[in-house]
């Protein structure tokens, strides 16, 4: 699993690409959840444009107004107390924890597990654990848009969000959507909670 390089979501209709739509979000998410953006993502998110009065696209209007007036390094030092900081980060984003209330513990292990019966392993350069929400967008993102149809196919996906995502994303933005310092990543927060949820009730009716 690589640091993705995906652009921005623009929405489009299902029939011009919402398998392409999905993974672009994802991997968007992926984006900014992984490192803090660069000033030329902002201002491409900033740029975009947006349309639709559904939650999810208000969520999206949200993040591409907060883009617009977004400053990098201001970015960068939310991102830093947010996630990073020393010792315990503010906000956790590693699925061990919600799961099994310590870090590298046992889901971490099950997930590892799963990855390698997908023929997905870590890369080297990467230094966070696979249970980091970024690496787990990650893999979403391949599993919809690989040419493999061993892992392109919709069984593949549900298992996969079921197993490691669904017990506990919602309570990793939620914790990130309320925290005062939370400014930028509000609105990053936001998106993902509106998004996961289309992605749940999508799966649950699969």
Not at 9 to 19: N, S
Not at 78 to 102: D, H, N
Request: proline share 5%; aromatic share 8%; net charge negative.
């Amino acid at each position: 699993m690589s640091q993705t390089q995906a652009q921005p979501l623009k929405f489009e209709k299902p029939d011009e690409g919402e398998e392409t739509a999905r993974a672009d979000l994802y991997g968007l998410l992926a984006t900014l959840l992984y490192a803090p953006p660069s000033q030329a993502l902002l201002d491409t998110i900033g740029s975009a444009q947006t349309q639709g009065e559904g939650v999810l696209e208000r969520a999206w209007a949200e993040l591409v107004g907060a883009c617009r007036t977004a400053d990098e390094e201001t970015v960068r030092a939310e991102y830093e107390q947010l996630f990073l900081g020393t010792g315990k980060p503010e906000v956790i984003l590693y699925g061990s924890y919600y799961l099994a209330g310590f870090l590298m513990e046992k889901p971490l292990v099950e997930l590892r597990d799963d990855l390698a019966r997908l023929g997905l392993q870590r890369v080297e350069s990467m230094p966070e654990s696979e249970d980091h929400l970024a690496a787990l967008c990650e893999v979403m993102r391949y599993l919809i848009a690989s040419d493999d149809l061993a892992h392109a196919n919709l069984d593949t996906q549900k298992s996969f969000f079921a197993a490691h995502m669904q017990p506990w994303v919602q309570d990793c933005c939620t914790a990130l959507a309320v925290h005062p310092s939370a400014l930028f990543y509000k609105p990053v927060a936001a998106l993902a909670q509106a998004f996961l949820d289309v992605e749940m009730q999508a799966f649950d009716m699969a």
